[in-house]
């Protein structure tokens, strides 16, 4: 998520008086086994740097618990509140990252390529010892996290883009990136009535689909979870919350469709996917930042949180959540949700 991917670096107050466009991510590099592109996989040597209310940059941080990479890199966790300037480390003392040195985001993308233009977005991988950016790509970061970044996994971390499944992963969840996760955007920085109405009907098509192949299956491609269901979950956790009411993409809610709304319940309850979600910092954001939506930038009282907390009964279908590996440990001190921010 960008300070400027719907406004084209015009600010906030920008956000749903443009058309949307998702902008491509402009620093592609990888880290990498090899190395091959300049950055190899090294425990300590880099930051992940992360909005908990963004769903691109919550990928990364599920990605990173169920991988148990919490040691090997760290994380860097933004106010979910950013300025025109870019995202700002005001949740650490002297509104400083304590490992970057910096105030803002905008400073590592600056030692990389000096007066960039382009947005400052979340998730981002910074180089520690040179302060640079190194990617920004959050449709690779995850799968490289999965599989450059093997070496460094805990004992029993599971397999989350097995090498068999990778082609119909790819499809499942280049369906939803299109229709779901970029989807809200689309509908929710609409500025056409035909726009908008284009980008809710795909919106619910593709859930519809997504909750017909639910019915009898735990998760989305085989009987583990796997990127695709990652990528699903941390849209449909913000649904209610922010993409109903903010977004008006309210032809019902998540918790409606009886199906959608177990799974997001078990995949919740699941360690590594709830405990990095931040209910506070989402809700926050896309109602204070987004003021050409919501110019009073009001925050809504609810909904309210308990039901997420409730049996899903998923388990009943089978499945086995972690495939031969187990479950992540517990939370890193210092990274857990506070009270207040989650059921």
Not at 128 to 146: E, H, M, R, W, Y
Request: contains cysteine.
């Amino acid at each position: 998520m960008s300070t400027a991917e719907a406004a084209d670096g015009a600010g906030n107050t920008e956000y749903g008086r443009k058309p949307f466009k998702r902008s491509k991510s402009h620093f592609a590099d990888r880290i990498t086994a090899d190395g091959r592109d300049g950055w190899p996989v090294e425990a300590g040597r880099y930051r992940l740097v992360v909005s908990r209310a963004c769903p691109w940059a919550s990928r990364a941080l599920v990605s990173r618990r169920l991988l148990g990479l919490e040691s090997a890199l760290s994380l860097g966790v933004t106010d979910p509140i950013q300025d025109d300037r870019s995202w700002r480390f005001t949740l650490d003392p002297d509104d400083r990252d304590p490992v970057l040195g910096i105030h803002f985001l905008h400073e590592a993308y600056d030692k990389r390529e000096t007066d960039y233009p382009g947005g400052v977005s979340v998730p981002a991988v910074v180089d520690v010892p040179s302060g640079k950016l190194v990617t920004n790509d959050f449709q690779q970061i995850t799968l490289d996290l999965a599989t450059e970044w093997r070496d460094l996994h805990r004992p029993g971390a599971p397999d989350l883009y097995p090498e068999a499944l990778r082609a119909e992963i790819d499809e499942v969840a280049e369906g939803i990136y299109r229709d779901v996760n970029n989807g809200v955007y689309r509908a929710g920085f609409a500025t056409t009535q035909q726009d908008y109405e284009a980008a809710y009907a795909d919106v619910f098509r593709r859930l519809d689909l997504v909750s017909e192949r639910l019915r009898d299956r735990r998760y989305l491609v085989g009987d583990t979870i796997t990127e695709a269901d990652i990528r699903l979950f941390t849209t449909l956790v913000r649904f209610d919350a922010v993409y109903h009411g903010h977004f008006k993409c309210n032809r019902n809610k998540l918790e409606q469709d009886p199906v959608l709304w177990a799974y997001v319940r078990d995949l919740y309850q699941t360690p590594g996917f709830g405990d990095t979600v931040d209910f506070d910092h989402i809700k926050r954001h896309y109602y204070v930042v987004h003021t050409g939506i919501n110019p009073t930038s009001i925050v809504p009282a609810g909904p309210g949180l308990s039901g997420w907390l409730t049996p899903h009964h998923r388990e009943q279908l089978g499945g086995r959540p972690f495939g031969d590996g187990t479950a992540p440990g517990p939370v890193p001190e210092g990274e857990e949700i506070p009270t207040g921010h989650r059921p």
